[in-house]
């Protein structure tokens, strides 16, 4: 049964990367025309990108012993690097559209439950005054968090992913077209509550922040190293609770030094407002 369905399985990929090529040659031939054709192939690439991802994934094993990667092994899936190159020449098409206009973006990452909207709200009530500030909040489903943000007299759009566990740069670039970029000059992104997934899918964001909460344990940092080896700010939120969950705040902060000298860690507490004025100085607000 296990090799009729990957033998499916395999078919089905097959199509696609054949769909996949012939989309990719219209491309090519549009390319030096300027054809406003190409944004909408751009988009239809991306997501049979993804749905070939998917497919990668869906193989029917039998259980056996856990397979771990020896040190100096690569496994390198094309389809998975022609996604992630796809999503980085998009995001780096948002960040030149963003420059274009003068608009500083800030993407925030965090685990679902860590405190990224209520962070994003308390930042906004200090900050509006002095910036034109427009939000895009993503979540699976629901816009509960943008109406939340809009309350504040703050543009928010709601981007929601379906199944997907990350914003990615052509979902913003949607977004940005929904934004009169003339009328901002801050732009706040509200990654989807995840704090995996979102890593490898830069926005076109100026500066990357990692949201963390003490109630996810003292050993969450260490586990999740890619989450926090690039960004350029780590929060470690809910710090008025940490003795309750058995946390030290102070050992989080040498696990995020470990991993990455040169980001700033600020401590936090949104319910006290501990650290928010330290937060705004260490994204240059």
Known sequence: MSNEINMMINEAKESL??????????????????????????????????ALTTLEGLSIIEPQETIKQTEGETID?????????FNRKIALENRKLLDKHGVKAIDFMGSLGAGKTSLIEALIDRIKDKYRVAVIVGDVSTSIDSNRISRHGVKAIQINTGKECHLDAQLVRRA??????????LLLLENVGNLICPAEFPLGAHLRVVVVSVSEGGDMIAKHPLSFRDVDVVVINKVDVAEAFNVNPLALVEDVMRINSKAKVVL???KTGLGLDDLIKALNL
């Open 176 to 185: 940005l077209q929904a934004i009169n970029l003339e009328n901002i000059d």
């Open 17 to 50: 990367r054949k769909v996949l090529n012939n989309i990719l040659s219209i491309r090519n031939a549009l390319s030096s025309k300027s054809s406003s054709l190409i944004p909408r192939i751009d988009m239809t690439v991306f997501f049979i990108n993804r």
């Open 77 to 85: 899936i094309e389809i998975e690097h022609n996604l992630l190159e």
């Open 268 to 270: 936090t507490s949104v």
